[in-house]
């Protein structure tokens, strides 16, 4: 499996489970409907469990920030033009499953708030000065993490030891920092849903809030 194959595969299954956690929760008629944001966060964790094994053979980055932090830390700016595009594609193909999935469940919806947090995050209170510090914060949290338990200041890639840590690591950050904005904490979870929103023909959809997604 080719780097970029991986990151689009890793990406993919990532917000397939994820988006689809959110979908089963949140989606009228679904059986998880009103499940809580404990299931949510335990299947973004599963999510994320699933997506290092995926793309193991890339070392699993399957966020641009993490990919920038690693060429930041190891002088190695190679792999950002291959690693983020496919992360961006495998966040948006990952999320059009979702859809295809639940299509039904969309057209049942007529809440088109909850059919947007399906895609991508949302503030509870709206303050973009808030929000950032909020989303800022869970990604350092994300980064420092990943760099700890990878036990190099050389390099953040992962492989299948370190999808367990890397799934509680993520279960920690949504049920402790993620009641403010939803956290994103990964660009290309937040955007490239946040399209494939955009683009698809969603029953009763509202607009895909750009002007909350510039930070993200």
């Given at each position: 499996m080719t780097p970029f194959v991986a990151e689009f595969a890793g990406t993919a299954t990532l917000l397939l489970l994820g988006s689809g956690v959110v979908a089963n929760v949140v989606l009228d008629k679904s059986k998880g409907h009103n499940g809580g944001w404990i299931v949510i966060a335990f299947g973004w964790a599963i999510a994320v469990f699933v997506?290092?094994?995926?793309?193991?053979?890339?070392?699993?980055?399957?966020?641009?920030?993490?990919?920038?932090?690693?060429?930041?830390?190891s002088g190695n700016w190679s792999k950002v033009a291959t690693y983020i595009p496919a992360q961006i594609l495998g966040a948006m193909f990952g999320s059009g499953l979702t859809w295809l999935a639940y299509k039904q469940?969309?057209?049942?919806?007529?809440?088109?708030d909850l059919q947007l947090a399906v895609f991508c995050t949302a503030p509870a209170i709206r303050s973009y000065t808030h929000n950032f510090?909020?989303?800022?914060?869970?990604?350092?949290?994300?980064?420092f993490g990943v760099l700890m338990l990878n036990n190099s200041k050389a390099s953040v890639e992962l492989g299948p030891i370190s999808a367990l840590p890397v799934a509680l690591l993520v279960l920690g950050i949504g049920l402790s920092l993620g009641g403010p904005t939803g956290y994103a904490i990964n660009p290309a979870r937040d955007l490239g849903p946040r399209i494939m929103h955009f683009i698809l023909p969603i029953k009763n959809k509202r607009d895909s809030d750009w002007a909350y997604s510039w930070f993200l």
């Open positions: 997506a290092v094994y995926t793309a193991a053979a890339s070392g699993a980055h399957l966020n641009p920030a993490i990919t920038i932090a690693d060429a930041v830390s469940h969309f057209d049942e919806t007529t809440n088109a510090i909020t989303e800022t914060i869970g990604a350092f949290v994300l980064m």
